[in-house]
């Protein structure tokens, strides 16, 4: 069908992420009245723009960016609505740049999570966790709960040391891919 210029799905996914990123700093949630639309938005925005084809590529970069975090989700290292965000974006922007998002988003969260285990002084509970984590995704086939989850860390008061807004490190792997592309051309 008709071309559609790239400047419109990184709009919409900049002007989403961006708002997610508030309501995570904000709220510690990503809503799913943001993420559902905007998934749903860039499967149909591909079918319009370049069909059938163009619609499996978008669902083939929304299930990428998805199972790329579910298992985060699943052992309690995240929120839903973050999985649920990057399958928007996987949906808008297809599996490759998906792929460059999150490896810089995964940078940025470690460099952020650095700076609160040496603010707070956690490096004990934090390598206790760690070591939780590893346990949990060893014995993944066994059992996937986690025994505390998402919901229970944001009632501690302590949440701001403990917990990463993954959504503001999306929007900060975003613009370092975004400024990198533009210093190469």
């Known amino acids: 069908m008709n071309e559609s210029p790239l400047a ?16 995570d700093v904000w709220k510690f949630k990503v809503y799913n009245a943001l993420t559902l639309p905007f998934l749903a938005s860039g499967l149909l925005y591909h079918l319009v723009y370049h069909g059938t084809a163009g619609l499996a590529l978008s669902a083939v970069g929304a299930l990428f960016g998805f199972t790329t975090l579910l298992v985060l989700f ?10 649920k965000l990057v399958a928007g974006i996987g949906a808008w922007l297809g599996w490759a740049a998906t792929s460059y998002i999150l490896l810089a988003s995964f940078l940025c969260a470690g460099l952020y999570s650095l700076v609160l285990i040496v603010r707070y002084r956690t490096g004990r509970e934090t390598w206790i966790r760690m070591k939780i984590v590893w346990l949990r995704l060893a014995s993944i ?45």
């Open 8 to 23: 419109i799905p990184l709009l919409v996914v900049m002007a989403v992420a961006l708002l997610a990123a508030v309501m």
């Open 141 to 185: 086939g066994k059992q996937l709960g986690a025994d505390e989850t998402i919901e229970e860390r944001l009632e501690r008061a302590d949440r701001r040391s403990q917990l990463v807004p993954f959504s503001i490190m999306v929007v900060t792997g975003m613009i370092g891919i975004l400024v990198m592309l533009f210093l190469e051309n």
């Open 74 to 83: 699943l052992v309690g290292g995240m929120g839903g609505g973050d999985v």
